[in-house]
């Protein structure tokens, strides 16, 4: 009787830890995460002005915050002062407003941009090619 009082116990106790343990499901945005080298073309366009065209290098990096961003999104920190929020779906297609780009592997992307029917800034175009290595 005390034996088997025993096991019942033991039994219990098992259940009661496994009931208590929930898997978090793995987060398909953690493959993509970390520091990044981007290259970026940027050509502005003002009626009245001439185009201007930027060319840089930046060591940036893609993150999200597990907490506070939507399930499907990640930052990205592409220069000093210049960061973007995409969406990313399951095949690493990036997604926002009609900027669009993906992730060729899991080491390198490329994204492509423009403000037409976005956010048109006074009146230029603006558009951009963006491609990253890690």
């Not at 259940?15 to 493959?31: A, G, Y």
């Not at 969406?87 to 992307?109: H, M, N, W, Y």
């Not at 037409?116 to 800034?121: H, K, N, S, Y």
Request: with cysteine; net charge positive; hydrophobic share 30%.
């Amino acid at each position: 009787m005390k034996q088997s009082l025993h096991y019942l116990f033991a039994g219990f106790a098992i259940l009661l830890f496994f009931s208590d343990c929930t898997k978090k499901p793995i987060d398909r945005r953690n493959k993509y995460t970390g520091n990044w080298q981007f290259q970026y073309t940027v050509r502005s366009l003002s009626k009245g002005s001439p185009e201007v065209v930027t060319t840089s290098n930046y060591s940036g990096e893609i993150f999200y915050d597990g907490q506070k961003d939507k399930k499907h999104f990640v930052h990205f920190k592409l220069a000093k002062d210049w960061e973007e929020e995409f969406e990313i779906d399951k095949d690493g297609a990036l997604i926002q407003c009609e900027k669009r780009g993906e992730f060729v592997t899991e080491k390198s992307l490329t994204i492509n941009g423009t403000s037409a029917g976005c956010r048109t800034q006074l009146g230029a175009e603006i558009s951009y090619t963006i491609t990253g290595t890690r």
